[in-house]
């Protein structure tokens, strides 16, 4: 159970810079959660970041880190991601310097060796030679190599192991055995002297290589948060003192008025008080048709005015602007793990020391069983072991794909709060749509008046809209438009109730008036006549027809239709191809809900639940097996968005929708369900082929590391070529995750 968050609680990000594979994760995350007063804290080895939630200081934090063998910095805005950004960028460039370095010292003396012409070790000028190559190699191993050592020794203070220390250990024996043949020639059999400078050098080398492709590599799968960013608006037009000026957007402030001129981007959130125009919320939604703006509606910031100028008053500015947030959600579901991650982490801290175990295991079979030199033998297999298992695309795995398919998510207006909801939404088996909104426009208007004997049609819609005045529901909003459009003046309400799941109740002129479903007329004994027939009728084509009762007399039917998306139906067919069970679950009457559903291909309708059962319904269906995506507007259907295994909020509110489930859908569309899903199943997919990569790489390669194939081949792997293999592992893994980068909504359907 997770720990409740403090009051006081806020939220860090840090800048991680030493992190060489997965075990430094594990170190990372214990420093930070062993500080007193944190809740939560994430690291992403991918982006070589830290996020940490509690109270506490981040000064503690970075502390914390640097103790553990590590460094780190907070990073609080855009300046920070900037350095960072540059940081990289120098660390990028460093990398291939010293993969030259090695490279021009390592490249002639293995092409030497290969062709036989290296002199003898034991003749003078021999030895003069090999000293010689021996001091090039030590430099090698201190410019090229240096931050390897470097991080073994702080990995070794910190009584921790890492991939700097298999690297050390395998490229420092190799040197030191060479120096020692060199120096000292008769501690060594004849057979077994050989020098190895040129596979430490190139080693190092293709380590550096690796390391350097897989970093720019990792930059690409950042390039959702940094286009987001990229977004927003540098400065903003406000109006001071009856006078416009350009100011910096970090110094609007709440309640300003600020002017937007046409091709311009609106720089923060707030609503329009003058004027009207369209704006491209696409950046938002996904949705490319523009919208229109009058003066009351909300505007976004980052978003694109194409037409008109307007004024309009800031409502949200800094972090808590709708782009501000998405960028938050982002990141903070990129630095999640979801299950198969934490599996990935637990086996990567325990696989250092294991190799470190198999590499002495390795000296002493061959040292005790392996032909001669023994020696030689010994020293060659032990060090390939030690460079060829490299857990770096074990701990890549997953956290380098949760980033490219939660910000491909993002591109397509579908927010993801974590990685547990994106592996959980490929398993799916059931998908549950409420009605009002998600199936259908969430926008109802009267279709049809059926006034009882003694009333007629304006009657009937006064007292129907005069009761529903004191309603936020959305057909109440539907009534009440329908008697202002026909300049109905409305009466006066006394004593409004709303029956939740009935309707509504009120006194209107002195008299008790009821209005809602037949269950409301039942209840307080109303007799309906013939209405009940007429009412089926309607029902049957998809209308919601409601009851008006005054006094103890019903007075006739007001129906209200609210008409189905037009995509709705093309949506559900394909959650249907991708072998989803789709099931409706309204409040509305049974017939109109199966009217819905037989015009959308629904599987499943519940209908006439109140709001307060429908986590229930949802339960009732995990109690059955299945595993259930529910789709809600995010407010009215938060307990069954909780209870679900994974929450979909549709529309595109955004505040409480971008809060209230797993994942947020900007766009008002069900194919954004189906684009979720496909992503999900794409990114798991990639989770699970990096993952299958990895394994396979080390569980073979250690053994034949090892000369497993000696006894049958008589081959045994070259240190070189293992060195290729860790460098290249890396790639592979950040490679085949950055392939999700060319999704495209509808072909991932499996």
């Keep these: 159970m997770t720990a409740a968050i403090p009051a006081e609680a806020s939220t860090h990000r840090l800048s991680i810079s030493g992190m060489s594979c997965a075990g430094c994760v594990a170190t990372v995350e214990n420093a930070l959660k062993n500080v007193p007063g944190v809740v939560e804290s994430a690291v992403n080895f991918a982006e070589h970041t830290a996020t940490v939630r509690g109270g506490v200081d981040a000064k503690a934090l970075i502390a914390a880190v640097t103790a553990s063998g590590y460094g780190a910095a907070e990073l609080r805005g855009p300046e920070d991601e900037s350095e960072k950004e540059a940081a990289e960028l120098a660390h990028y460039r460093a990398l291939l310097r010293k993969f030259i370095a090695a490279g021009v010292i390592g490249l002639p003396l293995m092409l030497a060796e290969l062709m036989g012409v290296m002199p003898m070790l034991d003749m003078p000028s021999g030895r003069v030679f090999w000293l010689a190559v021996g001091a090039a190699t030590l430099w090698v191993l201190a410019y090229a190599g240096g931050h390897f050592f470097r991080g073994a020794w702080k990995s070794f203070r910190a009584h921790n192991a890492n991939m700097d220390t298999l690297i050390a250990l395998g490229t420092g024996a190799a040197w030191v055995y060479s120096m020692l043949v060199v120096v000292f020639p008769g501690l060594v059999p004849s057979l077994a002297r050989h020098a190895y400078f040129e596979a430490a050098a190139i080693i190092i080398s293709l380590i550096n290589l690796g390391q350097a492709l897989e970093m720019r590599a990792r930059g690409k799968t950042s390039e959702a948060i940094k286009r987001l960013i990229g977004l927003q608006p540098k400065t903003a037009r406000v109006i001071r003192d009856g006078k416009e000026i350009d100011i910096p957007i970090s110094e609007v402030g709440l309640d300003e008025t600020i002017r937007v001129r046409p091709g311009e981007k609106i720089p923060v959130d707030g609503v329009i008080i003058e004027g009207h125009s369209s704006v491209d919320e696409s950046m938002l939604t996904g949705e490319p048709m523009p919208v229109e703006k009058k003066v009351g509606d909300e505007v976004v910031g980052a978003t694109f005015n194409k037409s008109g100028t307007f004024l309009f008053q800031a409502k949200r500015i800094g972090a808590d602007t709708a782009l501000a947030r998405i960028i938050e959600m982002v990141r903070r ?418």
């Design 333 to 750: 579901a990129q630095s999640s793990k979801p299950a198969i991650g934490r599996l990935a982490d637990q086996i990567s801290a325990v696989f250092v020391p294991s190799v470190l175990i198999i590499a002495v295991i390795t000296f002493l079979v061959w040292h005790n069983f392996g032909p001669e030199p023994r020696l030689s033998y010994s020293l060659v297999a032990t060090m390939t072991v030690l460079i060829i298992a490299c857990p770096c695309a074990l701990g890549l795995a997953t956290p380098i794909s949760i980033m490219v398919g939660v910000g491909k998510a993002a591109e397509y207006g579908i927010l993801i709060r974590n990685g547990e909801a994106l592996q959980q939404a490929g398993k799916l088996t059931t998908i549950v749509l409420d009605k009002t909104g998600t199936v259908t426009e969430g926008r109802p208007t009267v279709t049809a008046l059926v006034p009882a004997a003694g009333w007629d049609e304006t009657k009937l819609l006064t007292v129907a809209a005069s009761i529903e005045t004191g309603s936020e529901h959305p057909l109440a909003e539907a009534i009440v438009s329908a008697a202002k459009a026909k300049g109905i003046k409305l009466s006066a309400v006394s004593g409004f109730e709303a029956i939740t799941g009935h309707g509504v109740s009120a006194t209107i002129e002195g008299k008790e008036v009821l209005f809602g479903n037949a269950r409301l007329m039942a209840k307080h004994n109303i007799d309906l006549g013939s209405l009940p027939k007429r009412a089926e009728q309607l029902a049957a084509q998809a209308q919601t027809p409601m009851f008006l009762a005054v006094g103890d007399t019903v007075a006739g039917i007001v129906s209200v239709a609210d008409p189905i998306k037009p995509d709705s139906k093309a949506a559900i067919a394909r959650l249907h191809a991708i072998g989803l069970k789709v099931v409706m679950i309204t409040g509305d009457n049974r017939a109109t809900a199966e009217a819905v559903a037989r015009e959308v291909g629904l599987d499943e309708v519940m209908a006439e639940v109140l709001p307060g059962d429908k986590a229930a319904k949802v339960s009732g269906l995990q109690a059955r097996g299945e595993i259930v995506g529910m789709v809600g507007d995010g407010i009215n259907d938060a307990p069954a968005l909780a209870q679900a295994d994974v929450g979909y909020a549709i529309g595109t509110g955004t505040d409480v929708a971008i809060e209230s489930a797993d994942v947020t859908l900007m766009r008002g569309s069900l194919h954004g369900v189906a684009d979720a899903i496909a992503i999900s199943r794409v990114t798991v997919r990639n989770i699970k082929q990096n993952l299958f990569g990895a394994f396979i790489y080390n569980v073979l390669g250690i053994p034949i590391a090892a000369g497993a194939l000696y006894p049958f081949t008589g081959l045994l792997l070259n240190p070189i070529i293992a060195g290729a293999a860790m460098a290249m592992s890396s790639v592979t893994v950040v490679s085949n995750a950055n392939r999700l980068r060319w999704f495209q909504s509808g072909q991932a359907r499996t």
